[in-house]
DNA sequence: TCTGGGGTCCTAGGACCC
DNA sequence: TCTGGGGTCCTAGGACCC
């Protein structure tokens, strides 16, 4: 919309549309497109440390696991229907999600890249008899060129496209498509009193019971609900959901991701970390890759949070957890800066007696590096030109190859994959070998 | 034996100011 | 009896997302 003299200028014919497209269980997916032994077997992905499941197929959601349960707990029932297990990957997830978002940006000028498996797109410009038409060329190209089953749906706002991708996964007979705006109103209504209102996206596991007391059970129901009242019995965040689910949108795509605003690396132990130099070491390596994404986006942090804790499942050990934050001298991107006020803030909070499962460091007020501000007094700067060679030696030669020496070499706290599939489109020594 | 990682936004409440 | 009123800024925690 374009505003001249308090006039509104439509620049499009079309009211606003989006299409809302995700991989059906991505990374089991990703994993049979590479091992197609796979396919038609119970299949999951578990999260790092092999801890829990984080992606499910078809066939291990039918047998009722649900996402997130421990693995350790899905022993008898793994043996019993011979379900396969595989590490994550996220160098061959990451790697099929770019080529995916590639290949689905090609349908418009306007794509919003919302998680690793999914994204929307601007469709204002399709023609409403087109869009079905449209989602099944996008289904059967991206099975075709990547050997990735998708979904797509499409609606007037983002929350409807959401909605409606869905619709087109959950019920069989729309094959895959679903468009929410070519529904007449009576099969829409229809459609949406027999969807549980948890579905929405932005209801989440809290509200849902909350809304289901108040009779709001489905999502027609919360559709026609009075905003207002949703605005004082729950939140802003709900009102707006329940405009977008009325069609009128209140969250724009963004197509270029604002830089982040903290940034975070943190990790499970692969062994439990009894002394100070096992900590140091982990603390120093999460230090290194936080660091490196901070300068990828062209940032410098204020202050360096670190926090250790001990394994909170297991009760009836002695518990600690702490997190400590310290301000930089000046804003900073250096590595080694940062390293040193994370360790010196990593040594304030051990306690010896403990057994650690977890440390992580979080980056704040992150400023952008072309602007920032010095401080009075002369402070170490670090060294700019080391920290691009830095990250260029380890770009081209993988994470770690040039790295503090307070990372370590033995690391016997790195966590745990002990059934990883080979990263079969990142490196070189992995491609797969057709016979 | 064994339970992930990384984000955002909003709100309430406290500290502090005049 | 009765102890102001209004504003800003910061932080912690909750809720949500994938």
Known sequence: MLQAHGVSYAWSQNSPMYALIDGNNFYVSCERVFDPKLEGRPVVVLSNNDGCVVARSQEVKALGVKMGVPWFQLRDLAKQHGIVAKSSNYSLYGDM???????????????????????FL?????????????????????RQWLGLPVCVGFGATRTLAKLANFVAKKRPAFGGVCDLAALPPAELDALLDG?????????????????????????????????????????????????????????E????????????SSRAFGAYVYDLAGLEEAVATYVGRAA????????????????????????DHPQYQRGLTVPLPEPADD?????????????????????????????????DAGHA????????????????????????????????????????????????SPCYTTR??????VR
């Open 428 to 433: 070189w020594a992995e491609l797969p070998v």
């Open 292 to 315: 490196e994404k901070l300068r990828r986006q062209g940032s410098r942090a204020g202050a360096v949070q670190v926090y250790v804790r001990t394994n909170p499942f297991k009760e």
């Open 253 to 264: 795509l963004e197509e270029e991701a604002p830089n982040k605003q903290q940034i975070m």
């Open 97 to 119: 999600s770019a080529r995916m978002m590639a290949v689905l940006g090609r349908y418009s000028p306007e794509q919003e890249v919302y998680s690793i498996d999914e994204c």
């Open 373 to 420: 501000q010095g401080a009075l007094f002369a402070t170490d700067r670090g060294n700019p030109a080391l920290m691009r060679v830095m990250d260029r030696i380890n770009a081209c030669w993988g994470r770690g190859t040039l790295r503090l020496a307070a990372e370590g070499v033995h690391q016997g706290w790195r966590m745990r994959r002990g059934m990883m």
């Open 195 to 251: 969807i549980d209102v948890g579905e929405v996206w932005g209801v989440g596991y809290r509200g849902t019971p909350r809304l289901k007391a108040l009779g709001l059970d489905n999502v027609k129901a919360l559709r026609d609900a009075d905003p207002k009242w949703l605005r004082r019995e729950f939140s802003v965040v709900l009102e707006r959901t329940v405009a977008e689910l009325n069609g009128t949108p209140c969250i």
């Open 335 to 367: 590595t080694r800066l940062l390293a040193r006020a994370a360790l010196a803030c990593l040594r304030r909070l051990y306690k010896p007696g403990y057994a650690y499962q977890k440390a992580g460091v979080m980056l704040l007020d992150l400023s």
């Open 122 to 142: 601007g469709m204002d410009g399709v023609p409403g008899g087109e869009r079905a038409e449209c989602g099944r060329r996008i289904r059967a190209q991206a």
